[in-house]
């Protein structure tokens, strides 16, 4: 990543589960473009924040509470609003669907999928004003694969593909984009106790022979989130070493 290259300076950026894996690496390299980030998590990514403490905060969000979500909005307007965000936070229990409880459920699609609509509700009308922002919803390339147990995971991820192609019309008239990218297998903390002959199946899957890092998702967040992508809205966008294909 060229590091000098200062796409996003002036904007404030907010991700969540930002305090490891996938969502930290975004939030460090919305930082190395330029952009003042808020970074979030159940606990105030402290780590995270001191990585580039100049221009990255933590703070703490719990996707699932509005209050929470009203709390960062408040602190966001003293630094003129968010432009950028980017729902990374997610919850992914394994459960086939004989054994799936509606509590599991309930707590799947408020975690992956009404905190993206919380994030709209708070940080859209900051963006209508100053006539420009950028919604990224984390979906992932699962909705694509025969993986049992994971029938609440899938749902939920298709889930944020539709709401971002919807809020796509809703929000294109104010120069808001709002895009999904779909994050194949990737080395975190959250996939480390899989068994590396099942990590292995599925990356011999891939056009690209070896398990993703969260440094290769970021590359498209930092497109989508820019001004060269201002014509590009209501998208899914695959990244996972060329797994997934449509033919």
Avoid: C
């Amino acid at each position: 990543m060229n590091k000098s290259i200062k796409t996003h300076e002036g904007r404030v950026a907010l991700v969540t589960g930002a305090g490891q894996g996938i969502g930290q690496a975004i939030a460090l390299a919305l930082a190395e473009r330029g952009a003042h980030v808020i970074a979030t998590d159940l606990a105030a990514p402290e780590y995270t924040a001191s990585r580039n403490d100049s221009v990255v905060q933590a703070l703490q969000l719990d996707v699932t509470k509005e209050e929470d979500w009203q709390s960062v909005a408040a602190k966001a307007r003293d630094m003129g609003g968010v432009d950028i965000v980017v729902n990374n936070a997610g919850y992914f229990p394994n459960r086939i669907v004989d054994d799936l409880d509606l509590q599991t459920w309930r707590r799947t699609m408020v975690t992956n999928l009404d905190s993206h609509f919380l994030s709209v509700k708070y940080f859209l009308p900051a963006m209508r004003q100053k006539k420009w922002g950028r919604f990224i919803g984390i979906s992932s390339n699962i909705i694509g694969l025969a993986v049992p147990g994971m029938s609440h995971y899938m749902a939920s991820k298709m889930g944020i593909i539709g709401f971002m192609r919807g809020l796509a019309n809703d929000v294109a008239q104010d120069g808001i984009t709002a895009n999904s990218v779909l994050p194949g297998l990737t080395n975190t903390q959250a996939t480390e106790s899989q068994p590396d002959a099942q990590k292995r199946a599925t990356w011999e899957q891939q056009a690209i022979k070896r398990l993703g890092e969260p440094k290769d998702i970021t590359g498209a967040i930092l497109f989508l989130t820019s001004d060269d992508a201002a014509f590009i809205t209501g998208q899914a966008i695959v990244v996972d070493g060329g797994s997934y294909r449509i033919g």
